[in-house]
């Protein structure tokens, strides 16, 4: 089983990264009244609390959390936490799949795939009446539920890289995925690494040139001795529009 729990590093600078343009996407994608679905292959808990001995050990949300400072008020991932908050305490701190509900209507759906027992049962307690919760392998979850009812949406690729073998498989994943639901938005997120492990797979997934393809990353110091992220990256296919200026604009918060 995997050991991997997020608690330790949540809101962290990529959580930074990866929520605010995921927030930004799904901000453009309410703007039609169109319903929509969201996917999510590797969920975590959905929630956290950043005043636990687990997220005080690392100290990765106090680096975070001068970033949060950085961006507008009206940004659509300030707006989001600071409702998160007024609900939950002023220590929580959303996952995406609590984020991607805050900004998500009544008639949107969520899929979200979790296999870690402990994090797939605070997950449900989370995320009940507000999400269908799969206590399964994500990319078999996606594979299973796509193409969704609604068929416009996004699925969010999250996965912890705990597994060296995820650099490997995840573009063949992808490209199954896509193929079965060409008009999905497919968001993976990748840790910057020293030594840039992502590399060969980054360079899969452009070599296949699938549309509206975005690359998006940016750079930080090392959170603490030792650690390894530089870094965090985000690769979209079937970006939305705006998504270019949204990266943009997130990127100088970064600068």
């Not at 991932?77 to 998160?84: C, D, F």
């Not at 078999?140 to 969704?148: E, G, L, N, W």
């Not at 969010?156 to 999905?184: C, F, M, Q």
Request: aromatic residues 8%.
């Amino acid at each position: 089983m995997l050991s991997y729990q997020h608690i330790y590093h949540a809101a962290n600078p990529a959580d930074v990264h990866k929520h605010a343009l995921l927030a930004a996407m799904l901000d453009y994608l309410t703007v039609k009244p169109k319903p929509l679905t969201y996917l999510e292959t590797h969920a975590g808990r959905g929630l956290y609390r950043l005043d636990t001995p687990e997220a005080l050990k690392t100290g990765e949300a106090v680096a975070g959390s001068r970033l949060l400072d950085r961006i507008a008020p009206d940004h659509p991932y300030i707006r989001a936490l600071s409702a998160i908050r007024a609900e939950h305490g002023t220590t929580a701190y959303p996952g995406s799949p609590l984020l991607a509900s805050t900004l998500l209507r009544k008639g949107d759906r969520l899929h979200l795939a979790e296999l870690h027992p402990q994090e797939f049962a605070a997950l449900s307690e989370t995320m009940t009446h507000k999400a269908k919760c799969h206590p399964q392998d994500g990319f078999a979850m996606a594979q299973k539920v796509c193409p969704p009812e609604p068929r416009r949406g996004m699925v969010l690729i999250d996965p912890s890289y705990e597994l060296k073998s995820d650099y490997e498989t995840i573009p063949a994943h992808i490209l199954k995925l896509h193929r079965k639901w060409n008009v999905g938005i497919i968001a993976l997120w990748y840790p910057i690494l020293e030594g840039g492990p992502h590399g060969p797979m980054l360079g899969k997934l452009e070599s296949v040139g699938l549309s509206g393809a975005l690359r998006h990353e940016v750079s930080f110091p090392p959170v603490r001795d030792g650690h390894r992220m530089v870094g965090s990256g985000l690769f979209i296919f079937n970006a939305p529009y705006g998504t270019h200026d949204a990266a943009k604009a997130i990127s100088q918060v970064f600068a």
